[in-house]
């Protein structure tokens, strides 16, 4: 075979064709080569070689014949698509919005929407509980004494002496480790 002069062309009816036209000099005017193949496969003898080689090029033969007939209906439908207005753009629009009609009448969205839906209503529920929640101890934390010190009449010192913060652990603690030191 020469690969220099042969077809590579995918999409090519001559496609692994030589520059003839014709099967890769395995065939010379419909005979085998036998002499050009120095040597045969072993257990094959040179009728069973011919009559190979004479169905390999029958079959190359109509692979060339499909190729042709393959490629003049590819352009008849280019043609209809054209006349019709279809671009592959608007094939693939189509296709997209098809595909996204089947997934969104598939069990398995149908399932994920509505586990999102209840997943969203249940944190819904969790963050307007947690902010209920956060009010009552902000306005509990306002009614305290000591907060309404900051910018009020109270003093710090008056603050800690309430009876609140002195039955405190944290204050009892303190009082235990400072209670000898007396300031002079």
Do not use: C
């Not at 094959?44 to 011919?50: P, R």
């Not at 307007?128 to 009614?143: F, I, P």
């Amino acid at each position: 075979m020469d690969p220099v002069g042969q077809d590579i062309n995918l999409n090519s009816p001559n496609k692994g064709l030589g520059p003839a036209g014709g099967v890769d000099s395995l065939t010379e005017g419909g005979a085998m080569g036998v002499a050009a193949a120095n040597t045969l496969p072993p257990g094959l003898t040179e009728e069973e070689a011919e009559e190979l080689y004479s169905d390999l090029a029958k079959v190359e033969e109509e692979i060339n014949t499909l190729r042709q007939v393959l490629l003049a209906k590819e352009k008849h439908s280019a043609e209809l698509k054209r006349k019709l207005g279809l671009s592959p753009l608007n094939e693939l629009k189509q296709n997209l919005t098809k595909g996204w009609q089947d997934v969104q009448t598939s069990n398995a969205y149908k399932k994920t929407s509505e586990t999102l839906s209840v997943a969203g209503q249940k944190t819904t529920a969790a963050f307007s509980t947690m902010g209920t929640v956060l009010s009552r101890k902000l306005g509990d934390m306002r009614a305290l004494p000591f907060s309404n010190s900051f910018g009020s009449n109270y003093s710090i010192r008056q603050s800690i002496s309430m009876p609140t913060m002195r039955n405190s652990p944290t204050f009892k603690s303190f009082e235990d480790k400072v209670g000898n030191i007396k300031l002079g």
